[in-house]
C-alpha cells in the first residue's frame, strides 16, 4: 500500500516540477564578460563568468490539507488531501464495517486508510515547529434519541513525506477517546512533532493515514467535508537556492554551478574556442527555475 501511495505521488511531483519549471521563479543576471567582450585566449585562459541572483525571501506560514473522499467503496472513492475544502460525496465513510464486538473485543482495520497529497505541493517543512489537526471520528446514528456508537476507539495517524524520490517518515501519534450513545462527533486532535532531518526540506508530497482500533462498536467513521484536517508548519519559499552556467547550450543539458556570495555569483570556466560564444545562466529555487540570462561575446588570439 505504501510503496503505491509513494509511486502516486512520484507522478504527481513529476508533472508539479514540470509546471513549477515554466512559472515565474528567481531572477539572474549576468554582468560578465560584457555584451561584445572581445577576450584574449593567449592571456585569459580561463573567464570569470559574475553576475547578481534575485531570490523570495522565505518566510513562516502553516499550510492546511482537508481530508477529501470523493466516494465510499465505490471506483470514485478517491481519499486524499487537499488546500481546498468542499462538500464530500465520501462524508462519513467508515473504517471499519458496523458490527457489535463483545466485551473485551477488540475491531481492527489493519489496512487503515492513506490520504495522499493531491495539491498544495511542493511544500518547504518547518520541522521547528508541531503538525497539528483534527480527525472527525463519527458514529452511527439510530433514530433520536440516541446514537449507537459505544467504546474506546484509538485513532492513530502516521505521517510520511515523498522527499528527494524516497518515502521519509515525518511523524506519528495516537489518541483514545470514549465513544458513547449520546454523541455522534467527536473531533480529535493530534499533535506531531517532525523528524528533525526534514527541516526546510522540499517534499514532493505528503502522505496521512488515519489508523483506527478499539473495543468499539458501530463507530471509526470519518467527516470530511472541512470537518478533518492536518495543519503543515511549512516556508512560503525554498532555501535551495543556486545559479547555473551553460556555455553555448541555451538548454543546460551540462550546467556548471556557480558560486552564490548573497545575491552576487561566480564562476570561472575555461575559455573556449576562437570565435564568437554566448553564455547563459539561470536561478533555481527550490523546484523553481527562473529564465535564463545571456551574454555574448568573442574570443581572439
Known amino acids: ?135 472527525d471520528l463519527e458514529s452511527f446514528g439510530i433514530t433520536d434519541p440516541v446514537a449507537a456508537g459505544a467504546g474506546v476507539v484509538t485513532v492513530s495517524v502516521d505521517m510520511e513525506a515523498l522527499y528527494q524520490g524516497n518515502g521519509v517518515q515525518i511523524g506519528s501519534d495516537s489518541q483514545s477517546v470514549l465513544v458513547t450513545p449520546t454523541q455522534t462527533s467527536y473531533p480529535v486532535t493530534f499533535a506531531i512533532q517532525p523528524n528533525g532531518a526534514l527541516d526546510r526540506a522540499d517534499l514532493s508530497g505528503i502522505d496521512l493515514r488515519v489508523h483506527v482500533e478499539g473495543p468499539y462498536a458501530f463507530s471509526g467513521y470519518i467527516g470530511n467535508s472541512g470537518k478533518s484536517w492536518v495543519d503543515v508548519p511549512s516556508w512560503s519559499a525554498s532555501f535551495a537556492q543556486s545559479v547555473q552556467v551553460s556555455l553555448d547550450d541555451p538548454s543546460f543539458t551540462n550546467p556548471v554551478p556557480a558560486r552564490l556570495d548573497g545575491t552576487s555569483w561566480s564562476v570561472a570556466i575555461p575559455t573556449p574556442a576562437l570565435g564568437s560564444h554566448t553564455v547563459y545562466a539561470r536561478a533555481t529555487q527550490g523546484f523553481g527555475t527562473g529564465a535564463a540570462a545571456s551574454q555574448s561575446f568573442t574570443v581572439t588570439k
Request: proline share 5%; glycine share 12%; charged share 10%.
Open 1 to 135: 500500500m505504501r510503496k503505491l501511495i509513494a509511486a502516486a505521488l512520484v507522478s504527481a511531483a513529476v508533472a508539479l516540477v514540470a509546471g513549477t519549471a515554466v512559472a515565474a521563479g528567481p531572477s539572474v543576471t549576468i554582468t560578465s564578460p560584457t555584451a561584445g567582450q572581445r577576450i584574449s585566449a593567449h592571456r585569459n585562459p580561463y573567464i570569470a563568468v559574475a553576475g547578481a541572483a534575485s531570490f523570495a525571501a522565505p518566510a513562516g506560514q502553516t499550510t492546511r490539507f482537508y481530508l477529501r473522499r470523493n466516494g465510499c467503496g465505490t471506483s470514485n472513492d478517491d481519499p486524499h488531501l487537499s488546500v481546498t475544502s468542499g462538500s464530500d460525496a465520501g462524508d462519513g465513510c467508515g473504517l471499519v464495517l458496523t458490527s457489535v464486538v463483545g466485551a473485551g473485543g477488540t475491531v481492527d482495520q489493519g489496512a487503515s486508510v492513506d490520504y495522499p497529497s493531491s495539491d498544495g505541493m511542493p511544500l518547504t517543512l518547518d520541522a521547528s515547529r508541531t503538525v497539528t489537526g483534527t480527525i
